[in-house]
Nanobody, 124 residues
Framework: QVLLVESGGGLVQSGGSLRLSCVAS????????AGWFRQGSGEEREFTAG????????YYADFATGRFTISRDINKNVVYLEMNSLKPEDTAVYYC?????????????????WGRGTQVTVSS
């Protein structure tokens, strides 16, 4: 069992930055891959960024490439999502998730554990 708690969301102007954090509890998190997903109002949840279990292999959605950076601190059991050059279309609830695998998966259905999410709102 893994418990995930996100933080760091908020209201930011277009062009601004935010850093999301996901603190995990549970003995197995350190051997699982992790990902960030987002869900806008009335939209489906979509993959945003993922990292493998050691933080060496990372993958980004096209919209995140070049603007977002995922990282993890294995010792602290924390996964971060650094978001720069934010746009109004980035407005969404951002979720942290992990799955029983060491490798990244883009499919939200593959993830076993989810946080409650943190709201990110980007004003124009």
């Amino acid at each position: 069992q893994v418990l995930l708690v996100e933080s760091g969301g908020g209201l930011v102007q277009s062009g601004g930055s935010l850093r999301l954090s996901c603190v995990a509890s549970g003995p197995d998190f350190s051997i699982y891959a992790a990902g960030w997903f987002r869900q806008g109002s009335g939209e489906e949840r979509e993959f945003t960024a993922g990292t493998d279990w050691v933080g060496s292999d990372k993958y980004y959605a096209d919209f995140a490439t070049g603007r977002f950076t995922i990282s993890r601190d294995i010792n602290k059991n924390v996964v971060y999502l650094e978001m720069n050059s934010l746009k109004p279309e980035d407005t969404a609830v951002y979720y942290c998730a992990t799955l029983r695998s060491r490798y990244i998966n883009l499919n939200p259905g593959a993830y076993s554990f989810w946080g409650r999410g943190t709201q990110v709102t980007v004003s124009s």
